[in-house]
T-cell receptor, first 113, second 116 residues
């Protein structure tokens, strides 16, 4: 069966520091991969999605970037964090084509101080 | 216009009773999909149920059913026999063609509290 791993679960970082959040998927090949951010008490905002290795699309201009160095690995990065980058970050995958049901990781709570 | 509208910020239900969470959507794409997700306090988004726009019957998954009314553009989630573990945020979402690819848009959620 397919599983998705996301880490770390919690992160506290100072303003101006770099960021790297990692997500890996097991049990499937060529998944679509997604990074979302959820502000407190809000819905999900799509940040990036990827349909293949090295293929990244950005939904919202921001201080963040994403990379997909391997088929089942998706990384969210920042060179210098801002206070506004605080939030709950969720990685998700879906099978290529079909219903596009997205399955989520456990999430990372990022606090930028 | 909002693509997904959830008008109930919070709902209460007595344990063992049924509850309906409302969701309306807006799209001009004839082929779309509707989803419901549950988010407990731990934060993980858990997929519950899916309904395709061409599906003739309402989707059901155990105690969850989706009341799909296409003409009204509504996709309400019905939870039967509520349990304390059902207390969580519930998000309605829709997949449609947006900006050249199949995109999923989420509503702002409804907080459900099950009362013993």
């Amino acid at each position: 069966s397919q599983t998705i791993h996301q880490w770390p679960a919690t992160l506290v970082q100072p303003v101006g520091s770099p960021l790297s959040l990692e997500c890996t998927v097991e049990g499937t090949s060529n998944p679509n991969l997604y990074w979302y951010r959820q502000a407190a008490g809000r819905g999900l905002q799509l940040l990036f999605y990827s349909v293949g290795i090295g293929q990244i699309s950005s939904e919202v201009p921001q201080n963040l970037s994403a990379s997909r160095p391997q088929d089942r690995q998706f990384i969210l990065s920042s060179k210098k964090l801002l206070l506004s980058d605080s939030g709950f970050y969720l990685c998700a995958w879906s099978a290529s084509g079909g219903k596009n049901i997205q399955y989520f990781g456990a999430g990372t709570r990022l606090s930028v101080l | 216009a909002q693509k997904i509208t959830q008008t109930q910020p919070g709902m209460f239900v007595q344990e063992k009773e049924a509850v309906t969470l409302d969701c309306t959507y807006d799209t001009s794409d004839p082929s779309y999909g509707l989803f419901w997700y549950k988010q407990p306090s731990s934060g993980e988004m858990i997929f519950l149920i899916y309904q395709g726009s061409y599906d003739q019957q309402n989707a059901t998954e155990g105690r969850y059913s989706l009341n799909f009314q296409k003409a009204r553009k509504s996709a309400n989630l019905v939870i039967s026999a509520s349990q304390l573990g059902d207390s969580a945020m519930y998000f309605c979402a829709m997949r449609d063609l947006s900006g050249g690819y199949q995109k999923v848009t989420f509503g702002i959620g409804t907080k459900l509290q099950v009362i013993p």
